[in-house]
């Protein structure tokens, strides 16, 4: 098999809810074979976005993206100690995500992470039920420029707006992208964020957007 | 003779009979002379949520603000009272239901009453609705499915409570308003002993032990529902929020949970009810759900996946169902209730011509913000109908 092919096949992989042992007899090939670990984690990536995408036009469920998203992170677990390296290069655009504190309800952040790290983002994901002084320290610690919320209760969303007032005051380079079951475009507005996504689906778009409008440190909200 | 006794035996109680053992000639009969009235004169709310349900076109839309825990703020009561003493949660819905009004009274508490009688641990805060605790899940496994067990509903503690909670309120709203019960179906119900990615990925991947558990699990829902047909209510919601693009596919969830869901749909109808759907889902899957449970009515909070457009909805599904909604959740957050009533002004146009439809928020109303637009919703029923 080409080298062309057995990427193709990973990337395909990610797209055929495979099994944890056909991912790995796949990785195992495919690094015998000598194909760099960065191109199989590239072809990887390339799988979840194309599921995303499909995801986006209605052509998957969330269930296939969620077995994408776990496919790629049990790959990035199993790859050499090199390519994990390769991750955490200071290169890649840190996010800090989690779901606000009093919501313990986590998929869609956990989508979100997945999708964003398979796009090549470093995620420092704080989990679920995360208190504001958490995520402030998380970004001064990680010097992230993005910040990416997650609430899917109504009756949170004043702690929401708290961690955005918050992250605004301390640091107001920092890009803030919110999305949850209880939100839109306009309440996400009227919170004070930066970007907001109805679904993963839509995330990285969102992402690269407001990374841009923050690096010209023109604020612009959603 | 049976039904006309039942019919009698229930109004004697001061109570809305099973609307399934009415004939429906005498019905649509009823509801045709209530549209005519109500060109001259006003209906009380049974009558015009009756002659909604019959499409035909009663005076106003009816509406409900699905005011639940929200009316905590009417009567000081907390979370964790409302959601764990039915009398005190009785005081609440009627409070909400006397002080701001509305057609129909949706009891619903939260989306764990039936887990937590299944031994999910849960927590209970203070300023929020009950919850799971996601970090001791009663489902850990895959094999865990199999192993889960029917419970004795007699002491099933909260759903026995939920059942009083019915019962209360039949008592409370008498004729004045319909009241409905809930009940979520087996897959939300796994999906908060398991968490909801880690049961996606399981149907997907081990769909037969899921299946086998949503088994369990509706064999103690059909008792569930059962005992709320005898509280008397007149109508039961199923929850199958999973029959959207938040959930499966749509070939997923009619092999999966449309069995099951079916089963419960089919005792409500046994016992002459209504059958309601609720499902604040995006893109959720109205032609698998009416297949699954042929339901009268079909609460949604986002147009379902094959309508684009809230007059495509009306013209595809507005004659077999009755349509509930779909005011969004944000809206009522953070929109003045100018822009609320406004909302409902456009959704009341498109879909309340010729009955079969009752203006309400896409889900619960939102617990924590103020009443305003609750009243805003109401008013615009009264005036733009």
């Known amino acids: ?53 499909e995801f986006k036009q209605g052509k998957r469920s969330i269930p296939e993206i969620i077995i994408s998203v776990d496919l790629y992170r049990e790959a990035v677990r199993r790859v050499s100690p090199k390519a994990r390296k390769g991750r955490d290069s200071p290169k890649k655009v840190g996010v800090v995500i989690g779901v606000v ?96 996504a109805e679904s993963a689906a839509g995330v990285p778009e969102e992402a690269r957007r407001v990374l841009a409008a923050m690096s010209r440190r023109s604020p612009r909200r959603v | 003779m049976m039904h006309v006794l039942k019919i009698f035996d229930c109004l004697r109680q001061g109570r809305l009979p099973p609307l399934r053992e009415i004939p429906p000639p005498l019905l649509d009969a009823f509801a045709s002379m209530s549209s005519v009235r109500g060109k001259v004169s006003s209906l009380t709310s049974l009558e015009r949520v009756l002659t909604a349900f019959r499409h035909k076109q009663p005076d106003r839309v009816p509406v409900t603000p699905i005011l639940c825990s929200g009316a905590r703020q009417i009567t000081g009561t907390s979370f964790p009272d409302h959601a764990r003493d039915p009398e005190k949660a009785a005081e609440v819905f009627t409070a909400g239901f ?128 059962q005992a709320q047909c005898e509280a008397g209510v007149p109508a039961i919601a199923i929850d199958t929020l999973y029959a959207s693009r938040n959930g499966l596919s749509k070939k997923l969830w009619e092999e999966i949970e449309g069995p099951f869901v079916r089963e419960i749909s089919r005792v409500i109808k046994r016992n002459g009810l209504l059958v309601g759907v609720h499902n604040c889902g995006h893109d959720l899957y109205f032609d698998a759900q009416i297949r699954a449970m042929e339901p009268e009515v079909i609460s ?59 203006l309400a928020p896409g889900c619960e109303y939102p617990p924590n913000i103020p009443l305003t637009n609750a009243f805003a919703l109401i008013r615009a029923a009264e005036r733009y109908s």
């Not at chain 2, 031994?119 to 996601?134: H, I, L, R, V, W």
């Open chain 1, 1 to 53: 098999m080409s080298r062309k092919d057995i990427l193709q096949q990973l990337q395909e992989g990610m797209l055929s809810c495979w099994s944890s042992e056909r991912l790995n007899k796949s990785l195992r090939a495919a690094l015998l074979a000598g194909v760099p670990v960065e191109d199989v984690m590239g072809a990887l990536g390339h799988g979840v976005e194309k599921a995303r995408a």
């Open chain 2, 300 to 358: 949604f909070a986002h147009l379902p996946d094959d309508c684009r457009t809230p007059k495509e909805l009306k013209e595809r599904y507005g004659d077999q169902v009755t349509l509930l909604g779909y005011v969004p959740t944000p809206l009522l957050v953070q929109g003045s209730p100018r822009a609320v009533m406004e909302e409902c002004r456009s959704q009341i146009e498109v879909l309340g011509r010729d009955g079969g439809y009752i």
């Open chain 1, 101 to 196: 504190e009093g919501d313990v309800h986590d998929m869609g952040k956990n989508l979100v992470a997945g999708v964003l790290e398979a796009a090549g983002y470093a995620l420092f994901d704080l989990g679920r039920d995360v208190p504001r002084d958490v995520f402030l320290e998380s970004l001064v610690k990680t010097g992230s420029p993005l910040l990416a919320l997650s609430g899917m209760m109504s009756t949170t969303l004043e702690n929401m707006r708290d961690v955005v007032r918050w992250t605004r005051k301390l640091s107001p380079v920092t890009g803030i992208m919110v999305g949850g079951a209880a939100l839109d475009r306009e309440l996400a507005r009227s919170l004070g964020a930066d970007g907001y």
């Open chain 2, 98 to 225: 006397e002080f701001v009004g509305g057609d129909l009274v949706i009891l619903i508490l939260d989306l764990s009453v039936e887990a937590a009688d299944f031994g999910q641990k849960m927590f209970y805060p203070e300023n929020s609705t009950a919850c799971p605790d996601y970090q001791k899940p009663r489902i850990r496994e895959v094999a865990d499915y199999r192993r889960l067990r029917a419970i004795d509903f007699a002491r099933a503690e909260r759903m026995q409570n939920f059942v009083t909670l019915c019962r209360s309120m039949v008592r409370r709203v008498g004729f004045r308003a319909v009241v409905t019960g809930f009940v979520f179906g087996p897959l939300g119900v796994l999906s908060m002993m398991r968490g909801a990615e880690r049961l996606f990925v399981d149907c997907v991947r081990h769909p037969v032990d899921v299946m086998k558990a949503c088994e369990t699990i509706t064999s103690v829902l059909v008792e569930f529902v």
